[in-house]
């Protein structure tokens, strides 16, 4: 059994390796503000953290991860090109009887760079598989990014749009949304006897005869949501020709340069997906010349989905093959609008990762 010395050397030796690829020391308060989370990633964050109260500073979380405080530090201090290496305690709830850590070690490397996003992303991945090589792991990318521009060019309402903008990273939700929008799902009973009821009796009077007001949402928030669901419902649907298109975009699951021709045959029926696609071409160009043999390298459009919302662009992993028992080894991906969230009128791009020595501990011992 691995004990926690020997995870803590481990974790050290990884966190050398990353400051001797010229990446500063940094670190963060355990607690850290629940009004931040909060309010980047909505009321599913207590889900996965643990909450408690302080006196002095109100609601906080023991710190789920490390890359936000990192970065509310950067902008703080000006937002300029950097490389920062961590190492410390990260606290996730996890699912009952999963018997999945809540608490370990967590090492990470971040880089802050403008001249040169495609360069920046070869860079962190090619960080993570030389520590990582010795381990034999499969590594997985995709683009976020990606995504969020097939979606952005849907002919349909800015209200849809932001709606399956806003669940990407919950693919049972978005693919419900979809399919409701796209008119593949029968609407829902009670939205329809909600909105029936509106049509004969009006929304004050439908509200009304709810009874009195229980909970946070005012009137005046009801009333809204009221107004959106018909007009919503007085929309016509997503084109299935479109829907379609989305959904070959999200099944694709091939080798990267595959997946980029592929990709570019698709911007003939989506062209507001040729600049990602055209990205995505650099950036096999720059894994190529920091030696990454780029055709071998798996792609999954859909991969990250399921990962914290602040990745944006380039997502990669690397996973234990044939344990399928473990969670990734490490994850990494782009977070520009994070930057742009939290730098308050400073904006820098930006992408990092993360791994977990306790995991790479115990291949390691797998491996003796």
């Known amino acids: 059994m691995t004990d926690k010395i020997t995870v803590r050397a481990e974790a050290e030796r990884l966190f050398a390796f990353f400051k001797a690829a010229g990446a500063r020391p940094v670190d963060a308060d355990l607690l850290q503000p629940a009004e931040t989370l909060l309010d980047l990633y909505g009321e599913d964050i207590r889900a996965r953290a643990y909450v408690t109260q302080d006196p002095d500073r109100g609601e906080m979380m023991l710190r789920p991860d490390f890359t936000l405080p990192v970065v509310q530090m950067h902008m703080t201090h000006g937002g300029q090109p950097a490389r920062y290496s961590y190492l410390g305690e990260v606290f996730r709830k996890q699912q009952a009887g999963s018997g999945r850590a809540t608490e370990y070690l967590q090492v990470g490397y971040e880089l802050f760079d403008r001249e040169d996003p495609e360069r920046a992303d070869a860079e962190v991945f090619a960080l993570f598989d030389e520590v990582l090589s010795p381990l034999g792991l499969r590594p997985a990318t995709g683009d976020i990014g ?64 709810a009874g009195p007001e229980i909970g946070l949402r005012r009137r005046a928030d009801v009333l809204a949501r009221i107004e959106a669901l018909q007009a919503d419902m007085a929309e016509p649907p997503i084109s299935r020709s479109e829907a379609e298109v989305l959904d070959e975009v999200l099944a694709i699951r091939e080798t990267l340069p595959n997946a980029h021709q592929h990709l570019r045959d698709i911007t003939v029926d989506l ?98």
Do not use: C
């Open 146 to 209: 990606i995504l969020t521009a097939a979606v952005q060019t849907l002919r349909t309402t800015e209200r849809r749009k932001n709606a399956l903008l806003r669940h990407i990273w919950r693919p049972r939700r978005f693919r419900a949304l979809l399919d409701r929008f796209t008119g593949r799902a029968a609407p829902d009973p009670s939205r329809l006897d909600l909105l029936e009821k509106v049509a004969q009796n009006g929304a004050g009077a439908v509200i009304d005869q």
């Open 271 to 368: 062209p507001g997906l040729t600049p990602s696609v055209e990205r995505m071409a650099r950036r096999m160009d720059a894994l190529s010349t920091a030696g990454i043999v780029v055709g071998d390298l798996p792609f999954e459009a859909s991969f990250g989905r399921t990962t914290l919302e602040y990745y944006d662009g380039f997502v990669f992993g690397f996973m234990a093959e044939g344990r399928p028992d473990l969670p990734p080894v490490a994850t990494g991906g782009r977070y520009d609008a994070l930057t742009r969230v939290l730098g308050r009128g400073q904006e820098i791009p930006a992408v990092g990762g993360v791994i977990r020595p306790e995991l790479v501990q115990l291949l390691r011992e797998g491996l003796a």
